[in-house]
């Protein structure tokens, strides 16, 4: 399992790290995303593996699995803003609520939407991709209704949705005063 882990994430290390210097030349810029988009899905695919695919299984802890998986999907949305792109950055952010989905349930992975659910709403605001808080408020929802568990003490889910619906109606008034009613971002009152 460690050589294989180890192989796969030299491949990705590479096929990331040469997208991103072929990206400089202009003729060859095309080419050099797919090979970052690439190089980003096969790391994402590795730091998967290393923890829930026996074969390729280094870590046993699903905490230190999760936090590897979430790392590796926070690298790849700091990496995707350099092109201020709000596609780009949105299939950043699928990864990183996919992550959170596939990691076993546990209190990690629906309290790490909170932070991750923060992050999209100020992205939307501060680059005016309000698409993304409707995306953000589907997948907050989504993810932590499908990772929820049947013997959580009630008090602890509350409080959860308490957060999420804080974070959300936060961002709903700073959209009510800002007068802002495009991209369906009304939905989220």
């Known amino acids: 399992p460690a ?41 994402y695919a590795t730091a998967y593996a290393i923890y829930a695919i026996p074969a390729a299984q ?3 802890n699903p905490f230190v699995g999760s936090v590897v998986l979430l790392a590796t999907a926070a690298a790849m949305i700091a990496h995707s803003l350099r092109y201020r792109s709000q596609a780009v ?33 100020w992205l939307a605001v501060k680059f005016e991709w309000y698409p993304m808080a409707l995306f953000g ?18 008090y602890e889910v509350q409080a959860l949705f308490l957060a999420y619906w804080l974070l959300f109606e936060l961002f709903d008034l700073i959209r009510v005063q800002r007068r802002i009613v495009k991209g369906g971002v009304e939905w989220i009152y």
Do not use: H, N
């Open 3 to 43: 050589g294989r882990a180890a192989m796969s994430l030299a491949v990705s290390l590479a096929i990331l790290g040469a997208g991103v210097q072929v990206e400089k030349r202009d003729r060859y810029r095309v080419f050099a995303r797919g090979l970052i988009g690439a190089g980003w899905a096969a790391l």
């Open 137 to 154: 408020l589907v997948a907050t929802y989504g993810t932590c209704i499908s990772r929820g568990s049947s013997d959580a003490p009630l």
């Open 89 to 121: 950055t949105g299939v950043a952010y699928f990864s990183a609520f996919a992550a959170l989905a596939v990691t076993p349930s546990s209190p990690f992975a629906v309290v790490s939407l909170i932070p991750l659910a923060a992050s999209v709403l």
């Open 58 to 60: 280094i870590i046993s």
